[in-house]
Nanobody, 122 residues
Framework: QVQLVESGGGLVQAGGSLRLSCAAS????????MGWFRQAPGKEREFVAA????????YQADSVKGRFTISRDNAKNTVYLQMNSLKPEDRAVYYC???????????????WGQGTQVTVSS
């Protein structure tokens, strides 16, 4: 069955960096677009970044442009989110998801991971 397993979250000081990974299994990874979303306490889930099947097209939310980079390795069935210059407002549970098209809309994605917690101290 489809599985998406996030890792790499943790506690970091403001200005620091983390790299999230999402390992995929149970489907042909290279046939699907991938996305990262996040949900902070008391807030709705929001788009962070997305990447096309080949990795040639990427989108980022305005709030993370210039700080976060999404990438993928189709040979390893893994998508990454490199997060630099982290801010306290980046604190959230981060989820990866797969879908048929590269989209900033959560409903475009069919399968979701369980999430990984990112906490940024000021």
């Amino acid at each position: 069955q489809v599985q998406l397993v996030e890792s790499g979250g943790g506690l970091v000081q403001a200005g620091g960096s983390l790299r999230l990974s999402c390992a995929a299994s149970g489907f042909t990874f290279s046939n699907y677009a991938m996305g990262w979303f996040r949900q902070a306490p008391g807030k709705e889930r929001e788009f962070v970044a997305a990447i096309s099947r080949s990795g040639g097209i990427t989108y980022q939310a305005d709030s993370v442009k210039g700080r976060f980079t999404i990438s993928r390795d189709n040979a390893k069935n893994t998508v990454y989110l490199q997060m630099n210059s982290l801010k306290p407002e980046d604190r959230a549970v981060y989820y990866c998801a797969c879908g048929d098209r590269t989209s900033m809309v959560a409903t475009s994605y069919h399968y979701w991971g369980q999430g990984t917690q990112v906490t940024v101290s000021s």
